[in-house]
């Protein structure tokens, strides 16, 4: 059953792929020479792409519930799984807003989102893991799932601020405003492509079949105050430019002459597995810098002046209030998930409702944050620009809650990122 649900799940990779591309076709294809017309050609291409995005979001769906029948317990208790959760609570709520509004741009840039996150995914270890105690539990269901949920909606709102952004940033302007939205655009776009070639490099090196093992020495303090020190394997699909903390090199297979490891990971940097963690991320500069700069070659301009003739003819109240609703939808879902039910949870699994564990922390402070997002929105008549760059910014906190804190801080959701 796994193995059937690993199939489906390829094949609606595919399909998201496919209907990205369709979603170019229906925006894009309205410019070529030979369309008679072009609202036409949009409504038949965004009908294809949103069929064959259901499609592959029912494709999606049964991998979920065939990998959950198959592994007998829920597929949301790892990296992998989760990320593959997000990535199908996303087309949900894409599904619901595309719906509603039937904006064929909010495809082109949420199908992406999607993609680059189901790749990602596929770089953790997709094998069934036994869930840990803390995590046997029905709350593990109803809090995981609300919480990516929410999250999800706040992800098409992302999606539409950076469409909006996108749509009326001035590229034309020479003004001290205009270049400083411009750059702030623009980096966003390098950021995106900074996760794409992550990818890349991880998938070009896993193809090649590059190891690289170190054996790191731990030292921990046990409950009654004495150190012991202990020695942990760490793995490496990447050339080590950043290996663990005090370790030692097993086997370094050969890359430019490098031979151990560059540099050590610094020593605060105590999450499980941070000198493996903080390597992917240098190579993420590495290679998203690279691919980045071969695209501003390809076009000779910034990507998102690239992108912003598409957006031309798209109503901007439109995205501003699509980026608004989504955001509106997915805050008390995320509040019921994220904080809510995982407190319920927290006091059955350690027996308190709040520990300062730092997940726990990242969860409110994202919180908090689209709590302003709302009041500034409602009560502050923050529209348009502001509101757009709010519901960036809160995507990017999301994300740093989910990937970040691992990084730098152990705590007691450090087995989501192993």
Known sequence: ????????????FFLYCFAFLFFVIAIAGKR?????DPEAHE??????SFIVSCAALLGHLLFFFTRWIGSKQIPTSNMYEFMTFLAMAIMIAFTIVYAIYRKNLLGMFTLPLVVIIIAYASVFPSDVQPLIPALQSNWLKVHVTTAALGEAFFAVGFAAGMVYLTRVVDFKGTDKKAKREQFW??????????????????????GAGYEAQFVQEKVKIDSQGVEQSANETVDYTLPPIAKPYNSQAVKVDAFLGMKDGLFEAPSWMNGVNAGRKLNTVIWSLITGTLLYGLLRLLFRKRLSAV????????????????????????????????????????NKAWGRFWGWDPKEVWALITWLYYSAYLHFRLSRGWHGKKSAWLAVIGFVIVLFTLVGVNLVIAGLHSYAGV
């Open 1 to 12: 059953m796994v193995h059937f649900s690993s199939n489906v799940f390829f094949v609606a």
């Open 32 to 36: 070529w020479g030979n369309n008679r």
């Open 307 to 346: 992108v912003h003739p598409l957006t031309e003819g798209i109503d901007a109240e439109d995205l501003d209030e699509i980026s608004y609703r989504a955001i509106a939808i997915g805050f008390p879902v995320f509040t019921l998930g994220a904080l809510i039910f995982a407190m319920i949870w927290a």
């Open 43 to 48: 409504k038949k291409w965004g009908r294809i």
């Open 185 to 206: 655009l623009e980096f966003c776009y390098y950021s995106i492509i900074l996760v794409v070639g992550f990818i890349l490099a991880v998938f070009v090196f896993k």
